[in-house]
């Protein structure tokens, strides 16, 4: 199957590159016409594009393209409830456009989410803290409750933090969530980085290679897109 695709699409390069008699046909010539027109003007906006501008479009393709999948996942769910592989491509392919848009926006608004949540995410760290804080000026008993839920663990570990100081107990917890909030923050990142370098990719090839054609003939972009298209078939074909 893969040998016929490439084949026909260097076979209708070969009869693009015969020009002028293939041409003389009028519907022919206006079809060549219209897709030349029509691929000028998207070289000419990808090459003037920028890799962040297209990973946004890029972006609300996955938001949309994750929703109506998500969709699509209870539809399969009523609809044939016991067709396990539909469901899991489907639930993969979600997962895939979640992520991906996930990544994307992680990436670019991290520092906006942070900043968002700052509140939260400092209340989180320092509260502990403040605790220790109250405890040690207004004898509240905010601490000894921390320590409390250390109870599961092994009775020894248990007695020393009910021994320390307030002040050790909140810094004790803070430091806590302080590492699991860098550990959030580093796994989101390796989760997500594989999946951006793939986005980026996606947007930042097309645009140069529009610009690389732009420089090689700004006004003929069509003509040389259909040569490297065969060229690359036909590296392909002998590759098979």
């Known amino acids: 199957m893969l040998k016929i695709v490439l084949t026909s699409i260097t076979f209708l390069c070969g009869i693009y590159f015969i020009g002028e008699k293939v041409r003389r046909n009028a519907k022919i010539d ?13 070289n000419e906006h990808l090459e003037s594009s920028t890799v962040l501008s297209g990973l946004r479009l890029l972006r609300k393709i996955y938001g949309w393209t994750s929703i109506a999948l998500f969709g699509f996942v209870f539809v399969i769910m009523k609809v044939l409830p016991g067709s396990a592989g539909a469901f899991l491509v489907v639930f993969q ?29 400092s209340l989180l760290i320092f509260g502990p803290l403040l605790m220790g804080v109250s405890d040690t000026f207004l004898h509240t008993p905010f601490t000894q409750a921390l320590a409390l839920s250390l109870e599961p663990l092994s009775g020894e570990l248990h007695a020393v ?22 550990l959030y923050y580093l796994m989101t990142w ?50 098979l």
């Open 161 to 182: 933090v009910l021994d320390l100081h307030p002040m050790a107990i909140g810094a004790l917890y803070s430091a806590i969530c302080l590492v699991f909030f860098l």
């Open 93 to 121: 392919l979600f997962l895939l456009t979640f992520l991906g848009w996930f990544s994307i926006k992680w990436a670019i608004d991290h520092k906006a989410t942070l900043s968002d949540h700052w509140k939260t995410h």
């Open 30 to 42: 206006a079809f060549l016409g219209a897709l030349e027109g029509s691929y000028t003007r998207i």
């Open 190 to 239: 390796i989760i997500t980085t594989p999946l951006l370098i793939a986005s980026v990719l996606a947007i930042a090839l097309p645009i140069h290679f529009a610009r690389f054609l732009a420089v090689i003939d700004r006004e003929n972009t069509f003509l040389w897109l259909a040569v490297f298209v065969a060229g690359v078939c036909t590296i392909w074909l002998t590759q």
